[in-house]
């Protein structure tokens, strides 16, 4: 089968650019605000192979350009007669203004797996392709996803207008048929009924142009529709659109609303999942690294779709040089060197990392250019310290930034040497930072790792602390001390956010104290679920009232209620209560160790490189099928050993 070909990693990138500059705010655009690459506008493909009998090849490319056979030049789209023996194939195709791709027709030399590619000052490298692009009728500059037809569940006459429900939020095209000709008709979108009918402040909007008997909408984000009275007739009804990712991991339970909650995180995190991995699907819509890091770990146990992981790393990397912080953001950079180690970790997917290995270094080498004479991580010109949405002592080196940095050295390493590379440098470099990191954050006093040292004011979050216990900065005595002084504290402040929720939550489930975490997903989940969430949000503070929870950024309606890091739930429940969890890259080895937290029952599938594991917990009786070897069970203190495909029973 003939593969659609493009330089690597151009396909990503190219998209990543059509992606990044979707954004829409009050019928305003707003594209990303970071360096923007595009791929290579003229690219050159070959393959040289030994035929055995005659064939015929048939080069079609978007763009334009030719086709040489041994030199001889040929136009596109005909059919070249090839005799046996030995033959090069070169096609040369530019396009100014989308990306430069081929096909190739023919049996041997049908294009996709051993097809070479350069952008003609380059060293050759492996085409890009994928499966998703094997029809001669394709363009892979448009990427394709999936429509169902779906219908609103009730509508509503105003004073001023109609208000239609979907019954839930969805991204989809608004359909418009049996228009009667009339002036434009406005239309505003609302992820809640109250932004949809302000029509003022109503974060998306648009109109059905004049004189139209139908119309088709561009993909939105929205529960709610409000239309004024324009004294038209119309039908309504949408296409929803998304990625048709396989649910492959499930979670069910004996607590009701845990379900609830494993559900909607589900559905958000498929809404968010599309060419890449999106922080939201109304607002920003834009690829973020730090955003992006969580969604890999949460696909791994929902979907496990390598494709859509490769797609996000490789569009977040962009190009060399190395210009800037990705998203401009310290920590996003960071994540993006973790989050390929990660990907080897949990697929073993040496080609890829292979193909990485170039940006990983070149962009960890900007990182590491950024140090102060302590060593550690700073901002500089326009860099932007993030780590969350709370108050920090952001004063010079900050110590969360440290810990992802030693981390990314860590991740470095280890990618360095399953390559065959030399491995010290960076090993070296996080031993030493490790060293410093302690030295210069734990303040005894506090009982605490502080924010940063520069100001003197022994600031205390929670964050560097939830990273110490993750990271294995602290001990099992360090851990215990943090736990009390930082994790049950009252006085430290709270986190608002679901992005550092994950991380608090996942402290708490590592340091053995899963119950607790329950707690906190029904309490702070099913908080969004007991005010109506159908998907979950950017931010939840349970103090707001009404209105309120939908404001956010100095905006009545900024907030977004459908945020890919409100979906930690997936991977909390997978990886601490279904307990799977690879302890070699690849799942080469792996663990099954459930924990109940007090639940009655439970029941999932986990999704695993190669296979998956099935747990349940029923009538005081475990049982555990996993699908390849190399599987350890750890139940009530005992391991067992986890033959493939043979079920483990034990009381």
């Not at 070169?90 to 190739?104: N, S, T």
């Not at 529960?223 to 296409?239: K, M």
């Not at 599309?274 to 146990?301: H, P």
Request: glycine content about 8%; charged content about 25%; hydrophobic content about 40%.
């Amino acid at each position: 089968m003939a593969h659609w070909i493009w330089y690597p990693g151009d396909f990503e990138i190219h998209h990543a650019l059509l992606v990044n500059c979707r954004r829409e705010e009050r019928a305003m655009h707003w594209p990303g605000m970071w360096r923007q690459d595009d791929c290579w506008k003229s690219v050159r493909f070959r393959r040289r192979a030994s035929l055995e009998k005659p064939e015929t090849i048939r080069v079609q490319c978007v763009g334009v350009g030719h086709v040489s056979v041994d030199g001889v030049k040929h136009p596109l789209d005909v059919d070249i007669p090839l005799e046996p023996g030995v033959h090069e194939v070169c096609v040369e195709v530019a396009m100014p203004y989308g990306l430069p791709c081929a096909y190739v027709e023919g049996d041997v030399f049908e294009s996709g797996e051993g097809w070479m590619a350069d952008h003609m000052v380059s060293k050759w490298l492996p085409a890009g392709y994928n499966s998703m692009y094997t029809l001669r009728d394709q363009d892979p500059g448009v990427f394709e996803f999936q429509r169902d037809r779906i219908l609103p569940v009730s509508c509503r006459e105003t004073k001023d207008g109609v208000l239609w429900d979907f019954g839930k939020e969805t991204f989809a095209q608004l359909v418009f048929g049996r228009l009667t000709p009339g002036a434009p008709m406005p239309v505003y979108y609302g992820e809640s009924e109250s932004e949809a009918l302000d029509t003022a402040f109503s974060y998306l909007t648009d109109s059905v142009p004049e004189g139209v008997s139908e119309h088709i909408m561009q993909a939105r984000a929205f529960r709610y529709v409000f239309i004024p009275h324009a004294g038209q007739e119309y039908s309504l009804s949408a296409n929803y659109e998304y990625l048709p990712l396989e649910w492959k991991g499930s979670f069910r339970c004996s607590n009701e609303m845990l379900n609830r909650i494993w559900e909607t995180a589900a559905y958000t995190f498929h809404l968010n999942s599309r060419e890449f991995f999106l922080d939201g699907v109304k607002r920003d819509r834009w690829i973020w690294s730090g955003d992006a890091y969580q969604s890999y770990l949460i696909s791994y146990y929902l979907f496990f779709d390598k494709d859509i992981v490769k797609r996000t790393l490789t569009a977040l990397r962009g190009k060399d040089p190395v210009e800037q912080h990705l998203n401009t953001i310290v920590d996003y950079s960071l994540f993006w060197i973790i989050g390929a180690g990660d990907y080897y970790r949990h697929t073993g997917d040496i080609e890829f990392i292979r193909f990485l290995w170039p940006r990983l270094e070149s962009l960890l080498k900007f990182c590491l250019d950024r140090r102060d004479n302590d060593g550690f991580i700073v901002a500089r010109d326009k860099d932007w310290v993030f780590i969350d949405w709370s108050d920090f002592d952001k004063e010079g080196a900050v110590c969360a930034e440290q810990m992802l940095l030693c981390r990314a050295l860590e991740a470095a390493a280890h990618c360095a040497r399953v390559l065959g590379l030399d491995e010290l440098e960076y090993r070296s470099a996080a031993e030493q930072l490790r060293v410093r990191i302690e030295e210069k954050f734990w303040c005894e006093e506090r009982r605490a790792y502080v924010d940063g040292f520069a100001s003197g004011r022994n600031n205390v979050t929670r964050h560097a602390n939830l990273l110490a216990i993750l990271l294995g900065f602290a001990d099992e005595g360090r851990k215990k001390v943090i736990v009390d002084s930082v994790i049950s504290s009252v006085i430290v402040p709270q986190i608002k956010t679901p992005y550092f929720k994950f991380y608090e939550l996942e402290a708490l489930c590592a340091t053995g104290q899963t119950d607790k975490a329950l707690n906190a997903m029904l309490a702070y989940w099913g908080g969004m679920l007991n005010l109506g969430a159908t998907t979950f949000w950017e931010e939840y503070d349970p103090l707001k009232k009404g209105d309120e929870h939908l404001t956010m950024y100095g905006g009545k309606y900024d907030k977004s209620l459908c945020h890919a890091w409100g979906a930690s739930p997936i991977y909390l429940l997978g990886r601490y209560f279904l307990g799977v969890r690879p302890t070699s890259d690849g799942y080469a080895t792996f663990e099954c160790a459930p924990d109940l937290a007090g639940l009655e029952w439970m029941e999932g599938i986990v999704p695993i490189e190669g296979g998956s594991v099935r747990v349940s917990f029923r009538d005081n009786t475990l049982k555990v099928l996993a699908s390849r070897e190399g599987g350890t069970l750890i139940w009530r203190g005992k391991q067992t050993l986890m033959p493939a495909d043979r079920e483990i029973v034990l009381k």
